[in-house]
């Protein structure tokens, strides 16, 4: 997967995705990272990248040319038949999510066009873009952070950068749901014990109990979330439901037993 960034602030881009997950990734060749700095294809003679708009208002807009021939310069690198992806970060788009990481993930190459000052010129952002998407109801004074948050998110789910696969590929079950508390030594502090369970040995009650918790916490931390999950997880219900009834009956087995034979 190859990330390219337009940008008039490279350092931001580069200090913040050459460190930790990330940085690794790129060192180690899974994902790679070509950072653009737009105004380096400026044809003004001062270097100068932005202009008032038209009609008037606050600020600066960046202009169409050097934002088109950056973008071009990018594209003949890539080099492809097929027309590679242009997210332009924009509290307008629509709001980025775990799915949206995922199917990002999919494609060779991504190119994140991040604007500055009050915008960019839109007839450039007719001509070029593919995808708008924000990170949120708020506003930024850049798109380079909403880019590197997206890049994080997507390279995450490229198989490798991530050590251990499971923790970024979500099994079936944990999809939508939050994360199960987790615990690290010591087994008592403050007074507070590690839940008996995790200590156990069992892996498979403990995956059930981190279930549990999980689904616990969505539904009262985000219903929303839980609504989604519980309607594409049928069958854990019911599957729940038949394991209650088993124990039940064993149960009743049991007591039935206990009260004949204290009867004879
Ligand atoms: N640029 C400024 N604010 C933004 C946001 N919330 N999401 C994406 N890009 C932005």
């Given at each position: 997967?190859?990330?390219?960034?337009?940008?008039?602030?490279?350092?931001?881009?580069?200090?913040?995705?050459?460190?930790?997950?990330?940085?690794?990734?790129?060192?180690?060749?899974?994902?790679?990272?070509?950072?653009?700095?737009?105004?380096?294809?400026?044809?003004?003679?001062?270097?100068?990248?932005?202009?008032?708009?038209?009609?008037?208002?606050?600020?600066?807009?960046?202009?169409?040319?050097?934002?088109?021939?950056?973008?071009?310069?990018?594209?003949?690198?890539?080099?492809?038949?097929?027309?590679?992806?242009?997210?332009?970060?924009?509290?307008?788009?629509?709001?980025?999510?775990?799915?949206?990481?995922?199917?990002?993930?999919?494609?060779?190459?991504?190119?994140?066009?991040?604007?500055?000052?009050?915008?960019?010129?839109?007839?450039?952002?007719?001509?070029?873009?593919?995808?708008?998407?924000?990170?949120?109801?708020?506003?930024?004074?850049?798109?380079?952070?909403?880019?590197?948050?997206?890049?994080?998110?997507?390279?995450?789910?490229?198989?490798?950068?991530?050590?251990?696969?499971?923790?970024?590929?979500?099994?079936?079950?944990?999809?939508?749901?939050?994360?199960?508390?987790?615990?690290?030594?010591?087994?008592?502090?403050?007074?507070?014990?590690?839940?008996?369970?995790?200590?156990?040995?069992?892996?498979?009650?403990?995956?059930?109990?981190?279930?549990?918790?999980?689904?616990?916490?969505?539904?009262?931390?985000?219903?929303?979330?839980?609504?989604?999950?519980?309607?594409?997880?049928?069958?854990?219900?019911v599957?729940k439901a038949k394991?209650e009834?088993?124990?039940?009956?064993?149960?009743?087995?049991?007591?039935?037993?206990?009260?004949?034979?204290?009867?004879?």
């Amino acid at each position: 997967m190859n990330f390219h960034v337009l940008t008039l602030f490279p350092d931001m881009i580069r200090d913040g995705l050459m460190a930790s997950i990330t940085g690794r990734a790129i060192k180690a060749g899974i994902i790679s990272l070509e950072v653009v700095n737009i105004r380096d294809y400026t044809e003004n003679k001062h270097k100068k990248v932005d202009d008032y708009p038209y009609g008037g208002g606050a600020g600066m807009l960046m202009q169409a040319q050097p934002v088109y021939d950056a973008w071009e310069a990018v594209n003949r690198r890539i080099g492809t038949e097929k027309k590679t992806r242009v997210v332009f970060l924009s509290p307008q788009g629509n709001t980025f999510n775990q799915h949206m990481a995922k199917e990002f993930a999919k494609e060779e190459d991504l190119i994140f066009l991040c604007g500055h000052y009050e915008g960019i010129d839109e007839r450039v952002l007719e001509e070029i873009v593919t995808d708008q998407v924000s990170i949120g109801d708020y506003v930024l004074t850049g798109g380079e952070l909403p880019a590197m948050v997206m890049i994080d998110a997507v390279s995450r789910m490229v198989p490798g950068v991530l050590s251990n696969q499971e923790s970024g590929v979500s099994e079936s079950f944990s999809e939508h749901l939050l994360e199960y508390p987790q615990y690290s030594r010591p087994e008592v502090w403050k007074e507070k014990k590690v839940p008996a369970i995790l200590l156990s040995g069992d892996h498979k009650k403990v995956e059930e109990w981190r279930l549990e918790q999980s689904l616990e916490r969505t539904k009262r931390l985000r219903p929303d979330l839980y609504e989604k999950w519980a309607a594409e997880n049928q069958e854990y219900f019911v599957r729940k439901a038949k394991k209650e009834e088993r124990l039940r009956r064993k149960l009743e087995k049991r007591l039935n037993c206990c009260t004949t034979h204290q009867g004879v």
